[in-house]
């Protein structure tokens, strides 16, 4: 079966590095993806990576990918306040990958 | 336009009344989703339909009625809800490929804002 999961809170101060974590399950898991949900708001997609890939790097977000040990991994350079929110790795399974499973999110606090 | 639209925002019914949740996108996506989010909690898959066909129903309550009248638009069906049912109601929508081997496309789902249930 499918499971991702996640560490539940972090807390950084302001200019600082963030990292979140995720394992998953799912060898078959094609592309995996990190979304942002700030309060009372919907998700966001920040990035995703192909499982071919080991690394993508997209301004202020790194994500990094062990296929070998389904670790992945969201850094945010330079956090800011703004960045504070919850962060929810998810990985897209079956044929067509319309099936997406969330992990339970990070609570992301930054700190002043 | 990556947009996917919800209204209404917020909704407040009683277990008796009968009302209706919508979304439409106009990327040209032919899947669309209904999520369900309870707080702190990551969203739970309700509903896919894949050109405007129900093509996965997570075994959900049939006091839940999806509907994908066209390719753009996606509508639930709340009838006799439970207080229980109150959370976060969010569409998505994405292309639909088979997942490829080479290419770096993404199969990647968009969200809307939500809707807020509350059932009183």
């Known amino acids: 079966g499918e499971d991702v999961e996640q560490s539940l809170f972090l807390s950084v101060r302001e200019g600082d590095s963030s990292v979140i974590n995720c394992t998953y399950t799912?060898?078959?898991?094609?592309?995996l993806y990190w979304y942002k949900q700030e309060p009372g708001a919907g998700l966001q997609l920040l990035t995703y990576i192909f499982s071919n890939m080991d690394m993508k790097q997209d301004q202020r977000l790194t994500v990094l990918l062990n296929k070998k040990d389904k670790h992945l991994s969201l850094r945010i350079a330079d956090t800011q306040t703004g960045d504070s929110a919850i962060y929810f790795c998810a990985e897209s399974i079956g044929n067509y990958g319309q099936n997406f499973v969330f992990g339970p999110g990070t609570r992301l606090s930054v700190l002043p | 336009d990556t947009e996917v639209t919800q209204t209404p925002k917020h909704l407040v019914m009683g277990m008796t009344n009968k009302k209706s949740l919508k979304c439409e996108q106009h990327?040209?996506?032919?899947?669309m989703y209904w999520y369900k989010q309870k707080a702190k909690k990551p969203p739970e898959l309700m509903f896919v339909?894949?050109?405007?066909?129900?093509?996965i129903n997570e075994s959900v309550p049939s006091r839940f009625s999806p509907e994908c009248p066209n390719s753009s638009l996606l509508n639930l069906h709340l009838h006799a809800l439970q207080p229980e049912d109150s959370a976060l109601y969010l569409c998505?929508?994405?292309?639909?490929?088979?997942?490829?081997?080479?290419?770096?496309?993404?199969?990647?789902?968009?969200f809307g804002e939500g809707s807020w249930l509350t059932v009183v």
């Open positions: 998505a929508s994405s292309q639909v490929t088979k997942l490829s081997g080479t290419v770096d496309s993404g199969n990647t789902i968009y």
């Open positions: 990327m040209g996506h032919r899947a």
């Open positions: 799912d060898s078959s898991s094609t592309y």
């Open positions: 339909y894949s050109y405007e066909k129900l093509s």
